[in-house]
């Protein structure tokens, strides 16, 4: 199983500032990788998939890099509506391979 | 738009099955592009896939819990449903189901997610 590691697990940042989270994968997943944002009593919503590719109606203040073991979410400007908790998953290897998540990142107000 | 809704008992007793259904709307289930899975999220933590189906029946399982699980679909009803064998309080959670593509398995739509507890 590819075990996915996010850091850091809480992020504290002001509003207007950028943020920079990071998810790692125990071994390659090439650029199969999303990332998904949860606000409390919500379902997961997709933002970035392919490692780098905004989903349909996400801002551009969102952003994804990365291939291999190293992925980066940056959001350039934290608006009020962007403190969740972010988690990654990839999906190498689908299908038969599992999908697995990282652990999250919890963006919060500073 | 394309909506998912869970629903299924919210309490079930150790040691019992969890059986829950996820009905697809304004879309169909047996398109060839797609996946139906199902994810949970026990009370603050993260989220852990449990498998995938195809409208065909084919099915794809975390292997963690595999042993445990069953993926059926119903694409007469537009549902697929989800039964969890011999549950313990650690299956406690939020259980989500959710679409993915074929060939890649980035979850683009998911249900609201229903609470489903496991106690005497």
């Known amino acids: 199983e590819i075990v996915m590691t996010q850091s850091p697990a809480t992020l504290s940042v002001s509003p207007g500032e950028r943020a920079t989270l990071s998810c790692r994968a125990s071994?390659?997943?090439?650029?199969?990788l999303a990332w998904y944002q949860q606000k409390p009593g919500q379902a997961p919503r997709l933002l970035i998939y392919?490692?780098?590719t905004r989903a349909t109606g996400i801002p551009a203040r969102f952003s994804g890099s990365g291939s291999g073991t190293e992925f980066t979410l940056t959001i350039s400007s934290l608006q009020s509506e962007d403190f969740a908790v972010y988690y990654c998953?990839?999906?190498?290897?689908?299908?038969?391979?599992?999908?697995?998540f990282g652990g999250g990142t919890k963006v919060e107000i500073k | 738009q394309l909506q998912l809704q869970e629903s299924g008992p919210g309490l079930v007793k150790p040691s019992e099955t969890l059986s829950l259904t996820c009905t697809v709307s304004?879309?169909?289930?047996?398109?060839?592009?797609?996946?139906w899975g199902w994810i949970r999220q026990p009370p603050g933590k993260g989220l852990e896939w449990i498998g995938s189906?195809?409208?065909?029946?084919?099915?794809y399982y975390n292997p963690s819990l595999k042993s445990r699980v069953t993926i059926s679909v119903d694409t007469s009803k537009n549902q697929f449903s989800l039964k969890l064998s011999s549950v313990t309080a650690a299956d406690t959670a939020v259980y989500y189901c959710?679409?993915?593509?074929?060939?890649?398995?980035?979850?683009?739509?998911w249900g609201q997610g229903t609470l489903v507890t496991v106690s005497s």
């Open positions: 959710a679409r993915h593509m074929t060939a890649v398995a980035e979850l683009d739509y």
């Open positions: 304004g879309g169909s289930i047996s398109s060839s592009s797609y996946y």
């Open positions: 189906i195809y409208y065909s029946g084919s099915t």
């Open positions: 071994q390659s997943v090439s650029s199969n």
């Open positions: 392919g490692a780098s």
């Open positions: 998953q990839q999906y190498n290897n689908w299908p038969p391979g599992a999908l697995t």
